[in-house]
């Protein structure tokens, strides 16, 4: 499928400039916001897009539905694409003046779309609202969810990535079952000792090494360098810093777990099922971690933060309801965006589709509190460390083009570490320069 490029200079037809703008707060329904005033809402067919599973929509639209029956003459039509198909979709509908009224984004398409001006900014907004405030939601989620300041969308939920461990495998090799590697050497030693060859068990499998170049790739990597006491950007992310020596480092470990130790599998090996139980750690998203409980009800899992060099740092990674400019039910989608966020039904629908809070005030209560599972990914996202994902416009063209493709090249050894990081500095810092002065 061709890919469409959605950067600055991408031709889109102009918004209609004298879109309706927002009349505020209104008095019916709308769940925790509370009504600032009584002015009455334009009802009609709400449209949401996103990138779903089937049993997300079905989770979605359940709570929605219910949201319509606050605002009689209200509907929800629900549409969900592939995660390779929702932006092309989108943008073509925006080019052709229409879409949905908002949307579920990642948060680097929402404020891909807010610096292509497309998304409604909702500080203004959320000012109106006497229940609902930002500081109700972690900090990383906020942050990472502003562009240029402008709040592009209303977090929904976490994703990032931690550690699991096979407790069998760990007590199988003579390790103390009840507590995972908490170091890089301790993470080498402890992969040694669980692989066995001749069984088939990996001692730790990394996050994506292989296949096409995709953001992802790019964002487990960074994490390795923040943990090694580097970053990736200059504060101002105008420079990469892949080339310097807390990169280079963090590259060399992984391949050498590969290569030297042979106790992760590499490229060209088949990729281990941690269902399976032949794999002594892991890197999973949270929602990862609960699924493997589930389909994997006999294997004994541990769970905590990935293992540090010099500090912890974890890629909180969130999603985002967003509304589009081209809604012609501004004050309704807001509403539901409201209703949706808020403590009480977000409350009911991520248990459900097993997506990480964004709301703080729920992490000492049920399931979050009570679960062993839930408890071990919220104790994460507690730790201190965590940062947001970072954010130049036009994130999956800079990523996929300009730095992926060589990590993988570094990956396969095709590449030394130095020489792969080199590259992919020289490539990023050229697609900067070009791109961040359009």
């Excluded at 031709?11 to 505020?24: D, E, H, Q, W």
């Excluded at 495998?169 to 050497?185: H, I, M, R």
């Excluded at 050498?256 to 892991?282: C, E």
């Amino acid at each position: 499928m061709k890919k469409v490029m959605y950067t600055r200079r991408t031709t889109l037809a102009t918004l209609a400039a004298g879109a309706s703008m927002l009349a505020g707060a209104c008095g019916a329904g709308g769940g925790e916001g509370g009504a600032t005033t009584t002015q009455k809402v334009q009802t009609g067919t709400l449209q949401l897009w996103g990138s779903y599973g089937a049993t997300e929509r079905q989770s979605l639209l359940k709570y929605l539905n219910e949201f319509a029956q606050q605002y009689p003459g209200t509907t929800v039509e629900m549409q969900i694409y592939t995660n390779q198909d929702f932006m092309t979709k989108l943008i073509a509908a925006l080019a052709g003046g229409t879409g949905p009224d908002f949307t579920r984004f990642k948060e680097y398409q929402a404020l891909d779309m807010a610096a292509m001006g497309h998304v409604v900014e909702l500080d203004g907004l959320v000012s109106k609202e006497k229940n609902f405030k930002l500081n109700d939601f972690t900090p990383q989620s906020i942050e990472g969810s502003r562009y240029k300041n402008k709040l592009a969308g209303i977090p929904h939920h976490h994703q990032f990535v931690m550690m699991a461990w096979n407790k069998t495998l760990f007590q199988q090799a003579g390790l103390n079952a009840e507590k995972g590697p908490e170091t890089w050497d301790e993470l080498r030693e402890d992969a040694k000792r669980v692989r066995k060859p001749d069984d088939d068990a990996w001692g730790f499998r990394l996050y994506e090494i292989k296949g096409k170049p995709r953001e992802q790739q790019f964002n487990w990597f960074m994490e390795f360098v923040w943990r090694n006491g580097g970053d990736v950007f200059n504060k101002e992310k105008t420079q990469v810093l892949l080339d310097k020596p807390e990169s280079i480092d963090a590259m060399q470990y992984m391949v050498d777990l590969m290569f030297r130790d042979k106790s992760t599998p590499a490229p060209d090996d088949p990729t281990p099922d941690p269902n399976k139980g032949k794999v002594g750690v892991w890197m999973p998203t949270g929602a990862g971690f609960l699924n493997v409980r589930q389909t994997a009800p006999d294997l004994a899992w541990g769970a905590g933060p990935m293992p540090k060099k010099k500090q912890f740092a974890t890629q909180a990674q969130h999603n985002t309801f967003s509304m589009l400019k081209v809604s012609k039910l501004q004050d309704l989608t807001w509403r539901a965006i409201v209703h949706m966020t808020s403590e009480e039904v977000a409350g009911k629908w991520q248990p459900e589709i097993a997506t990480v809070p964004v709301r703080k005030s729920v992490y000492d209560k049920p399931p979050y509190s009570s679960d062993p599972g839930w408890k071990a990914i919220i104790d994460v996202l507690r730790m201190p460390g965590n940062r947001p994902k970072p954010h130049v416009p036009n994130w999956d063209e800079f990523t996929e083009q300009s730095v992926c493709p060589y990590l993988l090249e570094a990956w396969a050894q095709k590449k030394s570490p130095k020489d792969a990081l080199a590259e992919a500095t020289r490539q990023a810092n050229a697609w900067l320069a070009k791109n961040l002065k359009k």
